[in-house]
């Protein structure tokens, strides 16, 4: 996975765990519909804070 989002120039943060924080050049409502097409299920959205 780390590969292909640095393949596509995504930011994301390294992890040791079963997922990983990224960010997505499309809306998350239509990131899920993509990504469920490809049989991967998106779980809890997490919205990036700005201040």
Known sequence: ME????E???QY???ET???F???PV???KYRELM???YVLIGKDF???TS
Do not use: E, M, P
Request: aromatic share 4%.
């Open 27 to 29: 809306t998350l409502k």
């Open 36 to 38: 469920q097409q490809n």
């Open 47 to 49: 919205a990036l804070k």
């Open 13 to 15: 943060l390294k992890s």
């Open 8 to 10: 596509l120039g995504l």
């Open 3 to 6: 590969q292909v989002l640095s």
């Open 22 to 24: 990224h960010k997505t």
């Open 18 to 20: 079963n997922f990983i």
